[in-house]
Structures are given as structure tokens and as C-alpha cells.
């Protein structure tokens, strides 16, 4: 499974973004599919993830601003970040578990700054 990140970008500080992840395959039969970040100096961190029934979890820095979604027709996640913040700052990551193994798409930055 080939994963392709975009959608990141210079934001201003309570702006919005929306990353996609599009899959080289179906994602139908993919489970989990998430987002992750990583920040300079720290540990990549689980941001948000979704099942295949649409089962979500978000990290509590991001409950209530971001919402995952996944579109099985277009082989795609997504990650709608709203009231952006400077601490949001970071490379995301997305990621697709399928048949026991973890792929991992290229990364993209995202920069909240004034």
C-alpha cells in the first residue's frame, strides 16, 4: 500500500487546513487509516484514526478541531483541522494497517504562524 500525503501549508494561527491521503489501493478493506505529527525535537504522535465502520479516535490536543474522514470511492483520508494553533505545528503523517503490517505515506508540514 502506497500512501501520498498533501493538503499541508503556512496557516495563520485559528485557520483551517485539510490534509488527504490518498491510497494506491481500495482502502474498503483497510481498517484503521490515521493521522499522525510529528513535531521537531518530539515524538511522532497519534493524532486521529477511523475503522472501516466508522470508528473514530482523536487525542485530546485535538478533540473538537480536527475531524478525520475516509472516502472509499477515492481511496482517500482526510484530516479537517479548524481553530489552528502554533503548537499544531509539524510534519503529519498518515497510515493505513492492513493485513498485519503498518505503511506509513511521505509526510507533510504544516507551519501555524503569524
Not at 497519534?46 to 485535538?62: E, K, R
Not at 481553530?83 to 498518515?94: M, R
Not at 492492513?98 to 501555524?112: A, D, F, S
Amino acid at each position: 500500500v502506497q500512501l501520498q500525503a498533501s493538503g499541508g501549508g503556512l496557516v495563520h494561527p485559528g485557520g483551517s487546513l485539510r490534509l488527504s491521503c490518498a491510497a494506491s489501493r481500495s482502502i474498503f478493506s483497510i481498517n484503521a487509516l490515521a493521522w499522525w505529527r510529528q513535531a521537531p525535537g518530539k515524538q511522532r504522535e497519534l493524532v486521529a484514526s477511523i475503522t472501516t465502520g466508522g470508528g473514530t479516535y482523536y487525542a485530546d490536543s485535538v478533540k473538537g478541531r480536527f475531524t478525520i474522514s475516509r472516502d472509499n470511492a477515492k481511496n482517500t483520508v482526510y484530516l479537517q483541522m479548524n481553530s489552528l494553533k502554533p503548537e499544531d505545528t509539524a510534519v503529519f503523517y498518515c497510515s493505513a494497517d492492513y493485513r498485519g503490517t503498518r505503511y506509513w505515506g511521505q509526510g507533510t508540514l504544516v507551519t501555524v504562524s503569524s
